[in-house]
């Protein structure tokens, strides 16, 4: 069987949350929308920042995609077919935010039957550094968040007769990786309890849920809240490449291939469970990724 027809998404429509690109760079939550649509399915991009879902939009157009305004004919009206994928602003931690978001992606495309929500801040400092707000920050985007898009999407799903929810957490949340940020690493083991928890529950409903667990991942967020544990971000880069069983860091893509895989029919028997994406890391004699 070919790869195409392996992750066929013909039919499915997808909630993608926080898969918008800052600067066009090409991170977890891109790299998951636009393998999305190239395995057929039509997507609603969500993201807090317009600008992201800017830049998103202009570079799924230039790859071919139809978006929901470029497919706006002269009376004003959806073509044929219909858009490949539509794009909205919302917050993860305003419910009445989310709630408008898939709204916007039923009106548009259809009630969502895939969510994919690739939403995680990272907060450093210690118990000793960091105080509770900051520390509920986290745990409000990461977790809390994810339970909101949860809920708004069960109700679609349950209408469709079934649906497949994709979370992306991190091996941060499986064990200490030696950075300092308690705040993350708990939202993230939460938020793997969190998906487990919801599949358990509503499998008898033909709903699925399923987390991702990256691990070492070359994306732009690196260079802005992980490179300071460094002395530069070339010694970074050298570090975490080091790391890994495999030599190298993963790239998006290697997330977003496996997030196609359990959105698709072919994994229709997968649920509750969370597969690291990290070379091997997790398995290895722990060592953490920087000293402290």
Known sequence: MGKRAMSDLTGKIVMAIGCGTPDGQVNNGFAAARAFLAAGARVCIVDRDPAALDHARSALQTEGHLGAQASLEADGH?????????TIAADV????????????CADVLAAPTVLHYNVGIVVNGGLDTLDAAAFTTALDINLVGAFRAMKLALRHMREAGGGSIITVSS???????????PAYAASKAGLMELTKAT?????????RANSIAPGLIETPLIHGSISGHYGSVEEM??????????GRMGRPEDIAELA??????????????????????IQQAARPVVKG
């Open 78 to 86: 959806l073509g044929e077919n219909g858009p490949d994928f539509t």
């Open 93 to 104: 931690s305003d419910e009445n935010s989310l709630a408008a978001a898939f709204a916007h």
């Open 171 to 181: 091996v941060g949340g499986m064990r200490h990786m030696g950075y300092d940020y």
């Open 199 to 207: 599949a358990l529950q509503h499998a008898h409903e033909g709903i």
């Open 237 to 246: 880069l050298a570090a975490r490449h080091a790391l890994s069983p495999t």
């Open 260 to 281: 196609v895989f359990l959105a698709s029919d072919v994994s229709a028997y997968i649920n509750a469970t969370v597969i690291p994406v990290d070379g091997g890391l």
